[in-house]
């Protein structure tokens, strides 16, 4: 593993050679840089190439690390504050033989016999609203980005502590759960993010550019997911 400074910030990177011709950086979703060389390439060219870069590469990281959740320690007691599609609720836990979680005006009401399944019971919840919430808002935008001859495969939920959501070379979009909690603008940004994955996968100026057209507001949408969901 190489490295270099610029400014207070140390860049460390790989390097992979190949028969390529040019050099070529990448920002990894996990902020990784990935640094691809012809085999002729000395480390004092690949140097100035990331010194050059070294504002872009920061500026990425920045970038996927605000795309990143937060987690903050839940006790699950009553008069907690919990999040669901961008409101906050009160957690209001009680006492009874059936179990169930409703929504009752400003309050997400537990009701279990056994007060330790309460966050299990409340996570199940989340999970089966993210289900349906997210099928529902991802439709008509799969639909809207047919024209450009692209489907996801498939939308799958899993939990990821370091993302939002990915897209996989087969084109299978996976969304974190964590996401019901924000309201439904970020659910639409983070899936429209996906979506044009289908089409550029890296970061680039064409990716953006995509972004911006699919989705004029997104920077607004981006910036609420990153400081709602702390």
């Keep these: 593993m190489a490295s270099i400074q610029f400014g207070s910030k140390q860049i460390d990177y790989p390097i992979e050679y190949s028969e390529r011709k040019t050099l070529g950086i990448t920002v990894t979703p996990d902020m990784d840089v990935l640094v691809k060389a012809p085999k002729n390439s000395t480390i004092t060219k690949i140097e100035e190439k990331l010194k050059k870069k070294?504002?872009?590469?920061?500026?990425?990281?920045?970038?996927f690390l605000a795309y990143h959740p937060k987690t903050t320690e839940r006790k699950y007691i009553?008069?907690?504050?919990?999040?669901?599609?961008?409101?906050?609720?009160?957690?209001?836990?009680?006492?009874?033989?059936?179990?169930?979680?409703?929504?009752?005006?400003?309050?997400?009401?537990?009701?279990?016999?056994?007060?330790?399944?309460?966050?299990?019971?409340?996570n199940n919840w989340y999970l089966e609203h993210a289900r349906s919430k997210f099928q529902a808002t991802a439709l008509p935008l799969i639909e809207r980005f047919k024209k450009y001859k692209v489907e996801p495969s498939s939308i799958v939920l899993r939990e990821m502590p370091t993302r939002w959501g990915s897209c996989t070379p087969k084109g299978k979009i996976i969304l974190n759960p964590e996401l019901i909690k924000a309201p439904k603008g970020c659910i639409e940004y983070v899936i429209v993010h996906e979506l044009c994955h289908l089409i550029h996968h890296d970061h680039t100026q064409k990716f953006i550019d995509l972004q911006t057209k699919e989705m004029k507001d997104w920077e607004k949408w981006k910036t609420k997911l990153e400081r709602l969901l702390a």
């Design 54 to 63: 070294a504002p872009w590469i920061i500026k990425q990281q920045s970038f």
């Design 78 to 122: 009553s008069g907690e504050t919990h999040l669901y599609l961008g409101r906050q609720y009160l957690l209001k836990v009680e006492e009874n033989v059936k179990e169930s979680v409703k929504l009752k005006g400003k309050f997400i009401e537990v009701k279990t016999p056994d007060k330790t399944r309460v966050k299990q019971l409340l």
